[in-house]
């Protein structure tokens, strides 16, 4: 009877661990979920921005020249007040030689990033019109054997980036136009064995 009483309890204690850590589990995956979406819309709109900025100050110091080439015969100070504001905003383009550097680089972590949402969300482009055309059983069979090469490929991928990746570490580059910020190529490309890795997990949660 107590031997009983004692796997009743053990069996309860058992169910309640593996309840709480698939409860944990969900939390984590959740907050991963959310975090890979505002992620992705930080880079987008972080890219636009940076965007935006340049070409609207890349036209701006053109206008104040116009501006100021009217007020020429008119005001001589006023026509030089307007070329002065113009030689600012074009001093300020002329520096800003890291913004499509910078739009680049968070282009470049959007697609790898973003490559584990279109897994999770099956946005990823496929050709299925053949797959739909046999029964069911095949259907999951070639959905197996497809998943198995995604994750070989996502794997192979990720180790070879890896070694890339320490190879620039090794080699300390600065990125074009910003090593000025002490960023290097491999800050930028870290990115590509981070994603396949990311990659490689969706599959393997798809299994």
Same mark, same amino acid.
């Given at each position: 009877?107590?031997?009983?009483?004692?796997?009743? *309890? =053990?069996?309860?204690?058992?169910?309640?661990?593996?309840?709480?850590?698939?409860? $944990?589990?969900?939390?984590?995956?959740?907050?991963? @979920?959310? $975090?890979?979406?505002? $992620?992705? #819309?930080?880079? *987008? #709109?972080?890219?636009? %921005?940076?965007?935006?900025?340049?070409?609207?100050?890349?036209?701006?110091?053109?206008?104040?020249?116009?501006?100021?080439?009217?007020?020429?015969?008119?005001?001589?100070?006023?026509?030089?007040?307007?070329?002065?504001?113009?030689? &600012?905003?074009? @001093?300020?383009?002329?520096?800003? =030689?890291?913004?499509?550097?910078?739009?680049?680089?968070?282009?470049?972590?959007?697609?790898?990033?973003?490559?584990?949402?279109?897994?999770?969300?099956?946005?990823?482009?496929?050709? @299925?019109? *053949?797959?739909?055309?046999?029964?069911?059983? =095949?259907?999951?069979?070639?959905?197996?054997?497809?998943?198995? &090469?995604?994750?070989?490929?996502?794997?192979?991928?990720?180790?070879?980036?890896?070694?890339?990746?320490? =190879?620039?570490?090794?080699?300390?580059?600065?990125?074009?136009?910003?090593?000025? $910020?002490?960023?290097?190529?491999?800050?930028?490309?870290?990115? #590509?064995?981070?994603?396949?890795?990311?990659?490689?997990?969706?599959?393997?949660?798809? %299994?």
């Amino acid at each position: 009877m107590l031997r009983k009483g004692r796997d009743e *309890l =053990t069996g309860s204690t058992r169910f309640y661990y593996l309840f709480s850590e698939s409860m $944990f589990m969900n939390a984590i995956r959740k907050i991963w @979920d959310r $975090f890979e979406e505002g $992620f992705i #819309v930080f880079l *987008l #709109v972080a890219m636009t %921005l940076v965007t935006f900025l340049y070409v609207i100050l890349n036209n701006l110091y053109t206008l104040f020249y116009a501006v100021g080439e009217y007020f020429s015969e008119r005001s001589e100070s006023v026509s030089e007040l307007f070329y002065t504001v113009g030689d &600012f905003f074009l @001093d300020i383009v002329q520096s800003m =030689t890291w913004s499509n550097a910078t739009t680049k680089a968070l282009f470049a972590w959007l697609i790898f990033f973003g490559l584990a949402y279109g897994v999770r969300i099956g946005g990823h482009i496929g050709v @299925d019109a *053949l797959v739909k055309l046999a029964s069911r059983s =095949t259907q999951r069979v070639i959905a197996l054997v497809a998943c198995l &090469f995604c994750l070989g490929y996502a794997a192979l991928l990720s180790v070879a980036s890896y070694e890339w990746i320490s =190879t620039l570490m090794n080699a300390g580059i600065g990125a074009d136009d910003l090593g000025q $910020f002490g960023i290097k190529q491999w800050h930028i490309g870290v990115i #590509v064995p981070i994603g396949f890795a990311l990659v490689f997990i969706r599959f393997a949660e798809i %299994l």
